[in-house]
């Protein structure tokens, strides 16, 4: 399968099923369009025909019978190396590959199903979980981690995710279990990488130095532009949230030294134009930025629609474009869903196995219960059994290990399959009733952004 | 190549072998946790 476009002057033929990235001028792309359904001679004939008004120097040389098939040449080469219109061989593989025992290697703990803002488009419903207010007991996250490390097999590195609600509000219980975590690691010959999602309300000295000290990411979260993030994130009185958390983010951003945190933001249909959210944010001195889609039902008046897609990929198109400019200078940032590792990214059974939801991935409730991931927690169909008890519904999870991108019709050609592993289970839920389905605004943006990744790395090969 | 830039030397072929160890991070637990996103992950082996 081969997926070819054009962005920012760039002609990008991507080779799905190897990975390999090619930019290529326009004759050759023309021909690569052509290249599976047409004979050699018709290919000339038609690009002599398309190309003969062309000025000679317009691609470095007459386009005539030699020069395309030099370029017919080259994507020979190219295809005999398996770099172009390569099969599709990873269907068994990841079968097999899915059918082996799993273990645990990932917790999503919900410390303190509780919050002390009110934003609009929380899935959470503003901490509670559609549930009561709790927060977890040192008794059940010391149980967490205890069923993490009995499930987790030879795995040596586990991650384990402070989330809410807000989990500052029960901060206590996090130092606690960190406390715990790094005794029970030495014993059991573990590795924690603990990671803290904060709205940053209550974020002070103290805080950070224990997070900077003891976590390996923080996401922080900010929606960008005050006016956009003081609508959607008010306080519990309705006052925005905007002047409380940036010079605490500022600082503890500062205080990672621009690393190994994100500042995560959320749009909206109120704010389609989310480019100029991102770049206030970068403007604010934040050099690891995520702002995403929001994830809501057809009916909230701020859910992503399917007439706002084509501004919104005139957005990532704008914001590509800027990070390239950017690129090398002191107002340079990371975007991360434009972050792409073209030589040591992840092998392919990674790439098509989907994100581990309600296998490697689950998510623990204040009381302990068990969900295949935080998007779930609530929905009590879902429940998958407690940290005391284990998985006890492994129809849940045998669910979920079924899941990958060859059980999904949608995700079977299409090309950006390898970057995005599926998609959500949780949206397609959400949308459809069914994890084995894709969430198809979201999908649409994902190829946008997969789209825009490569071109900023099109354009970096070139300017180095 | 004249008509051809390849930006990357890695094929995904390659890593059928001596991938799956299973060591890397969770898809979810970064940065997004509602768009799934694995192509910019790191490989801990490759670390």
Redesign the interface.
């Known amino acids: 399968m081969v997926h070819q476009y054009k962005n920012n002057g760039y002609n990008i033929v991507l080779d799905v099923?190897?990975?390999?990235?090619?930019?290529?001028?326009d004759?050759?792309y023309d021909a690569i369009a052509m290249y599976e359904e047409s004979d050699r001679d018709t290919i000339v004939k038609k690009l002599k025909d398309k190309y003969k008004e062309c000025p000679p120097d317009a691609f470095g040389g007459k386009v005539d019978e030699a020069y395309i098939c030099?370029?017919l040449d080259?994507?020979e080469?190219?295809r005999q190396r398996?770099?172009l219109f390569?099969q599709d061989?990873?269907e068994d593989?990841i079968g097999d590959?899915k059918r082996r025992p799993t273990?645990v290697?990932?917790l999503?703990l919900h410390i303190a199903h509780d919050c002390n803002l009110k934003c609009r488009y929380c899935?959470a419903d503003e901490g509670e979980y559609h549930g009561k207010r709790e927060l977890m007991s040192f008794e059940v996250g010391k149980a967490a981690l205890d069923f993490l490390i009995a499930n987790s097999g030879s795995?040596?590195?586990l991650?384990v995710?402070f989330f809410g609600g807000e989990p500052t509000m029960n901060f206590q219980v996090v130092k606690d279990l960190v406390a715990y975590g790094r005794e029970q690691e030495k014993i059991h010959d573990k590795k924690f990488?603990f990671?803290l999602?904060t709205n940053g309300v209550l974020l002070n000295d103290e805080i950070m130095e224990f997070a900077n000290r003891e976590m390996g990411?923080v996401?922080l979260s900010i929606d960008g532009r005050r006016e956009i993030h003081d609508y959607m994130r008010p306080a519990k009185g309705g006052q925005g949230s905007y002047d409380t958390v940036v010079p605490k983010f500022q600082k503890f951003a500062d205080s990672r030294n621009q690393n190994n945190y994100?500042v995560?933001g959320t749009f909206t249909h109120h704010n389609l134009d989310f480019s100029k959210d991102v770049l206030h944010l970068a403007k604010l001195g934040f050099k690891?930025i995520?702002v995403?889609?929001v994830?809501a039902r057809e009916t909230d008046d701020y859910a992503i629609r399917e007439t706002d897609l084509e501004q919104l990929f005139a957005e990532y198109d704008a914001l590509a474009a800027e990070m390239v400019k950017r690129h090398g200078t002191d107002q340079d940032f990371n975007f991360?869903?434009f972050?792409?590792?073209?030589?040591?990214?992840?092998?392919?059974?990674?790439?098509l196995s989907?994100?581990?939801?309600g296998t490697?991935?689950l998510a623990v409730t204040p009381a302990g219960d068990l969900y295949p991931?935080?998007?779930f927690v609530g929905n009590e169909k879902f429940l998958m059994g407690n940290v005391f008890d284990g998985v006890v519904r492994t129809d849940i999870s045998d669910e979920f290990k079924g899941c990958n991108v060859y059980a999904k019709e949608k995700c079977r050609e299409c090309f950006a399959k390898?970057?995005?592993?599926?998609?959500?289970a949780?949206?397609s839920y959400n949308f459809h009733g069914d994890i084995h389905n894709a969430y198809d605004i979201?999908c649409a943006?994902?190829k946008k952004r997969?789209e825009c990744?490569?071109m900023i790395?099109?354009a970096l090969?070139e300017n180095n | 190549?004249?008509?051809?830039?390849?930006?990357?030397?890695?094929?995904?072929?390659n890593?059928?072998k001596?991938?799956?160890c299973?060591?890397?991070?969770?898809?979810?637990?970064?940065?997004?946790?509602?768009?799934?996103?694995?192509?910019?992950?790191?490989?801990?082996n490759?670390r």
């Open positions: 099923n190897s990975g390999a990235i090619h930019v290529v001028d004759v050759t030099e370029a080259e994507i080469q190219l398996q770099e390569t061989v990873y593989y590959f273990v290697k990932a999503c899935f795995r040596k590195n991650e995710d990488r990671t999602t990411n996401v994100y995560r690891q995520s995403e889609p994830v991360f869903h972050m792409i590792d073209l030589e040591g990214g992840p092998c392919v059974a990674k790439r989907g994100c581990g939801s490697e991935y991931c935080h998007q390898f970057y995005c592993s599926g998609g959500c949780a949206n979201g943006l994902q997969v990744a490569i790395k099109a090969a | 190549m004249k008509h051809i830039k390849t930006l990357n030397t890695k094929k995904l072929q890593t059928v001596k991938g799956g299973g060591e890397c991070q969770t898809s979810c637990q970064s940065a997004c946790k509602t768009s799934c996103t694995v192509g910019n992950q790191t490989c801990e490759a």
